[in-house]
């Protein structure tokens, strides 16, 4: 896991944890309910680009049929619309990756402080 965040930081800490904690107990769920032969695995990273931050998190899953969005995507999805962003799904064969983008304006004093 690696996510660079600003700082200072308009992001409230409530809405990181809501994308996080949503993002990884699906990860979580989908990898516990693989069978033998598929690689078991979790992917998380986020990078600042300008006024973007972006996160990626990433885990394999038994990719026939579709999967369900429950309240935990729904959730993600406000908060991303909180901050102008969007979030989007990808899924190819054993992989799923949830994008999250959330808009936050830079301050030029600021830094980077990593988390992970």
């Avoid at 962003?85 to 992989?95: F, K, L, P, R, Y």
Wanted: aromatic residues 6%; charged residues 20%.
């Amino acid at each position: 896991m690696s996510i660079l965040l600003p700082y200072p930081c308009s992001l409230r800490d409530i809405d990181i944890c809501i994308v996080l904690s949503n993002a990884l107990d699906n990860a979580i769920q989908s990898v516990k309910s693989l069978g033998a032969g598929i690689e078991k695995y979790i992917r998380v990273s986020g990078r600042n680009q300008g006024d973007f931050l972006m996160m990626e998190i990433e885990n394999s899953f038994h990719g026939k049929g579709a999967f369900k969005k429950g309240t935990g995507l729904s959730n993600v999805k406000k908060v991303a619309e909180k901050y102008g962003g969007a979030m989007s799904i990808e899924t190819q064969e054993n992989v799923f990756v949830l994008h999250v983008l959330l808009i936050i304006p830079q301050h030029p004093e600021s830094s980077a402080q990593q988390i992970g």
